[in-house]
């Protein structure tokens, strides 16, 4: 009979259809954002393999695989020793690579990509940046236009971090409150000229005026904080006082009348009075 092969057909595509929604999926590398030089890393992929069985597990750097576990294959996993990679073969799992005593050049995207064997063949991968950097020396510093402020002036000033491989970020705080930058740059050093990863300084600007309700009883305080990842974090900060308005003369004059109650003394503010004036006048 011609109709039986066809049957048979029918129910395979079905089959498929339905066994397709089972199928390899979430896969996700964790890795650290960043490491010191010399550290032991734990590189990890999840995955759901969801009943396929697997076929390889391969690690890249970039475009270069590094680590294959190959489960069917007896050892399991190869090493492509690249950049001086000390991969700990002992300690890798089906999910994980451990690199020991992590160098600045194996900074760079890492990829895990997961295969299914027979019948499916499925490939999926996924990709993490990873730093490695030296822990910056140092702390940030704080430079501003003056330390006495009066209401409505505009406070202005400075924030430059220690330098570091990526720059690192900056943050203004005025009394404990986030406040935005007036501009941000990154400043490599000159000595690193030509180098693909230039260690620099952050620098970013402050310029906000000042209201009332900016001091707390006569003062401000201002801080700017350097983080580096989650490997430093340091703060600078400075305490602005605000400058009480210059009393009126005819003010001046009051007080000082009422206190002495001689009559030199009002003669003599009388003449500072007048110089004042004529200064003023200029
Ligand atoms: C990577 O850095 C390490 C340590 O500085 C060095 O020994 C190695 O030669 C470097 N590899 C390459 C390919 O630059
Ligand atoms: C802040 O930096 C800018 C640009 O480098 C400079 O022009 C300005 O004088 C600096 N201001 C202060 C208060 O240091
Ligand atoms: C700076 O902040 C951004 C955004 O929060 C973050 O992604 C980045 O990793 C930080 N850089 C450093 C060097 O800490």
Redesign the pocket.
């Known amino acids: 009979m011609l109709l039986l092969p066809i049957i048979s057909l029918y129910c395979q595509i079905l089959l498929q259809l339905i066994g397709g929604a089972l199928t390899l999926k979430d896969v996700t590398v964790t890795i650290p954002?960043?490491a010191n030089i010399g550290d032991t890393i734990t590189l990890q992929c999840h995955y759901d393999l969801e009943e396929e069985p697997l076929y390889t597990v391969k690690w890249y750097k970039g475009d270069r695989e590094f680590f294959r576990y190959i489960p069917k294959e007896l050892p399991s996993t190869q090493v492509f020793p690249y950049l001086g990679m000390d991969i700990d073969i002992g300690k890798s799992t089906p999910n994980s690579v451990v690199l020991r005593n992590v160098q600045q050049n194996m900074t760079g995207r890492y990829g895990c990509e997961v295969s299914t064997d027979a019948p499916n063949f499925y490939t999926i991968q996924d990709k993490a940046y990873m730093f490695i950097v030296q822990t910056p020396m140092g702390e940030p510093e704080v430079f501003i236009e003056k330390e006495l402020y009066e209401i409505n002036y505009v406070l202005r000033g400075n924030c430059s971090s220690p330098i570091?491989y990526?720059?690192?970020?900056l943050t203004w705080y005025l009394n404990g409150k986030k406040e935005p930058e007036s501009f941000k740059t990154t400043v490599p050093t000159t000595d690193s000229v030509g180098e693909k990863r230039r260690p620099a300084s952050t620098i970013i600007g402050l310029e906000t005026e000042v209201d009332s309700s900016t001091f707390k009883s006569g003062k401000m305080v201002l801080r700017c904080r350097a983080?580096?990842?989650n490997l430093y974090q340091s703060y600078a900060e400075v305490s602005l006082e605000e400058e009480k308005p210059r009393p009126r003369p005819s003010s001046v004059l009051g007080t000082r009348d009422a206190s002495s109650g001689s009559r030199l003394p009002r003669a003599l503010f009388m003449i500072s009075y007048v110089i004042l004036v004529a200064i003023v006048m200029r």
């Open positions: 954002q960043a570091s990526p720059a690192m970020n983080e580096f990842f």
